[in-house]
């Protein structure tokens, strides 16, 4: 059973730092890449960044280029999303998910985590 749990997620104040994790089971995750993505309320689900599983290629959104990095531990079966330099327009929950490359990109995918919300606030 596929199963993403996310992690990390709190309150913090503008310009801090937060770093988000995503831990994955039943399957291994050399094989599949990864995204994060974000709803804000009342705002539509956004891809934020995205980790291919065959070379480590990373993608981000325009909004947090610079600011954020992803990256994966294929040995403890996690993803990270480091948030330096957070906005309060940063404030959402965050989704990870899985399946191929291409569909992560298109902003879709086939399994998702619970979500975790990042607040961003003074």
């Known amino acids: 059973q596929v199963q993403l749990v996310e992690s990390g997620g709190g309150l913090v104040q503008p310009g801090g730092s937060l770093r988000l994790s995503c831990a994955a089971s039943?399957?291994?995750?050399?094989?599949?890449?990864i995204g994060w993505f974000r709803q804000a309320p009342g705002k539509e689900r956004e891809g934020v960044s995205c980790?291919?599983?065959?070379?480590?290629?990373?993608y981000y959104a325009d909004s947090v280029k610079g600011r954020f990095t992803i990256s994966r531990d294929n040995a403890k079966n996690t993803v990270y999303l480091q948030m330096n330099s957070l906005k309060p327009e940063d404030t959402a929950v965050y989704y990870c998910?899985?399946?191929?490359?291409?569909?992560?990109?298109?902003?879709?995918?086939?399994?998702w985590g619970q979500g975790t919300q990042v607040t961003v606030s003074s």
């Open positions: 039943g399957f291994t995750l050399d094989y599949y890449a």
């Open positions: 980790i291919s599983s065959s070379d480590g290629s990373t």
């Open positions: 998910a899985t399946d191929l490359l291409s569909s992560l990109v298109a902003g879709a995918a086939a399994y």
